[in-house]
């Protein structure tokens, strides 16, 4: 093979990376992207598909809620249809911490304009097939959020409008290289090809490090397993039902293939290491355990017994890539001009993949950071050591529901 030359290379076709070569191909750069496997085969093609427009901070908001409007108009500035499932969503609580908790989201995301308000027991009755609340919740309506049903229709929405967009995507080809001159990275290597580029953006999900350390610089990220399940179809789901998360539980439920999606994040989460792991480590060897699954959805047994009951069709699981504050990791690498990073999905990756993609491809292309946008810098934490990181990634990914404020830290 010969030399390919791109104004930029995107490594990783998962959605954080699909959406940043479009977006870059939208602004009229030629883009190439390097995939290890095939397209949206790791976390991005195991994604509940959700999207939550209630946001810890401000920036999250904008970015959750820009990616709600571009999913649902994906046609109109992509060319490429894609299917967008619009319930809406309630937040509830059950204890009285994650009540005082839920209010405070409530007053702070309507002051970021998020369209949300206190749930009536009416709307519950009506809206909630599969769930019969409790007394002593506390519920939010959420009528922004939606879904995608099957994440691997984002995945070849993005394929597709990438392609029309003169985008090259190359498959089952790992980038084992990163070149760096003077200072600068160049391009990327494969075993049978070299491509020169200005910008690398490494979008490696759960293998984000392994490859920012091909050029010698450190991303600080700690991947950590997610898992769901889907159970039979079942006639107790109206495939037209909200999204339910249950905050006190951390625990997400939604209608899917006719039966239910059940979801949550354990207050003492795996993390997974593919740098320890083999060579060949991918998504399919993230080790399932139903019974982790089956301990959280217990907490909801009362209210949604089908979640614990009904059987299951299909159990997944993926890597999250966790960062010490909750917040994405994106833009470009400090002291090494040329390396661009797009991770620190935090378990909103999938979603949020249309904003970052948009906000990084301007900054790559003009420049100049789009409003806020530096906040997400890889370079904000300085040094950690490997245990702070790891220990920090897995307070986020507990506290997915109930997040400290960024500068609140966690231990
Ligand atoms: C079970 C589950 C449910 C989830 N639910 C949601 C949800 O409802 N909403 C939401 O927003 N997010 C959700 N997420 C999180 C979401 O899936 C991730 O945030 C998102 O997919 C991250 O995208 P990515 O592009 O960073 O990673 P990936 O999709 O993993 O893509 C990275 C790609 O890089 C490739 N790669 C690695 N090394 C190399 C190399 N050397 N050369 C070339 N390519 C390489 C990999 O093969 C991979 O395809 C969920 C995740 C899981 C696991």
Known sequence: MGLVDADVVVIGAGALGLSTALHCALSGRSVAVLERHAAGSQASGRAAGLFKSVQADELRTNLARRSITRASTFADWADVPLTVTRPGSFLIARTDQHRDFLRRELDQSRRWGVDVREATPAELAERLGYYGPASDYFAVSCPEDIYIEEPASLIQAYLAACQRHGTEIIENEPVIGIPVTAGRVTGV???????????????????????????????????????????????????????????????????????????????????????????????????????????????????????????????????????????????????????????????????????????????????????????????????????????????????????????????
């Open 189 to 411: 290597e494969t075993e049978r090809r070299s491509i020169a580029a200005p910008v690398v953006v490494d979008g490696a999900g759960g293998w984000v490090r392994q490859v920012a350390s091909l050029a010698g610089a450190q991303v600080p990220l700690a991947p950590v397993r997610h898992q769901l399940l889907i159970t039979e179809p079942t006639p107790e789901v109206d495939p037209a039902g909200p999204i339910v998360r249950v905050v006190d539980a951390a625990v997400y439920l939604r209608p899917a293939r006719s039966g239910l999606m059940v979801g949550g994040f354990e207050p003492d989460p795996l993390p997974v290491d593919p740098r320890h792991e083999p060579p060949s480590f991918s998504t399919d060897d993230v080790p399932l355990d139903l019974g982790v699954l089956r301990q959280l959805v217990s907490q909801v047994a009362r209210e949604v017994p089908l979640a614990s009951t009904a059987p299951v069709a299909e159990h997944r699981a993926g890597l999250f890539t966790m960062s010490p504050d909750g917040r994405f990791v994106t833009g470009p690498v400090p002291d090494l001009p040329g390396l661009w990073v797009a991770s620190g999905c935090n378990g909103s990756g999938f979603s949020s993949s249309l904003a970052i993609g948009e906000a990084l491809a301007a900054w790559i292309t003009t420049g100049a950071a789009p409003p806020g946008l530096t906040a997400l810098s890889p370079a904000r934490f300085g040094p950690l050591p490997e245990d702070i990181l790891v220990s920090r990634g897995i307070w986020q990914y507990a506290h997915y529901y109930d997040p400290a404020a960024p500068d609140q830290g966690a231990s």
